[in-house]
């Protein structure tokens, strides 16, 4: 039996009303549809809808989201963006 998330893209830590728009353009009205996204590909996806290049700290407000639709008891220094930002830097 699969039990739906119930939490709103709202409630989710680090994501604002800019997000959400961000998430309204990307299609995304659901957490449970990030469960299976790529962050770095939802940034590419908005920056064509835009035609413009977004700030790089955009990737890491999707990981939180992400990671938090994967994990609802994510330890809540994940949930925040900056934590990723942290990952993302690292990794170059």
């Given at each position: 039996m699969i039990i739906k998330d119930r939490r709103k893209l709202s409630d989710l830590v680090s994501v604002?009303?800019?997000?959400l728009a961000d998430f309204d353009d990307l299609g995304i009205t659901e957490v449970e549809q990030l469960v299976?996204?790529?962050?770095?590909?939802?940034?590419?996806?908005?920056?064509?809808?835009?035609?413009?290049?977004?700030?790089?700290?955009?990737?890491?407000?999707?990981?939180?989201?992400?990671?938090?639709?994967?994990?609802p008891d994510l330890p809540k220094e994940k949930c925040i963006w900056h934590f990723w930002s942290r990952v993302r830097k690292r990794q170059f």
């Open positions: 604002g009303p800019a997000f299976d996204k790529d962050a770095c590909e939802l940034v590419g996806e908005l920056e064509q809808i835009r035609k413009q290049k977004l700030d790089p700290c955009c990737e890491d407000v999707f990981r939180a989201a992400i990671e938090q639709a994967k994990n």
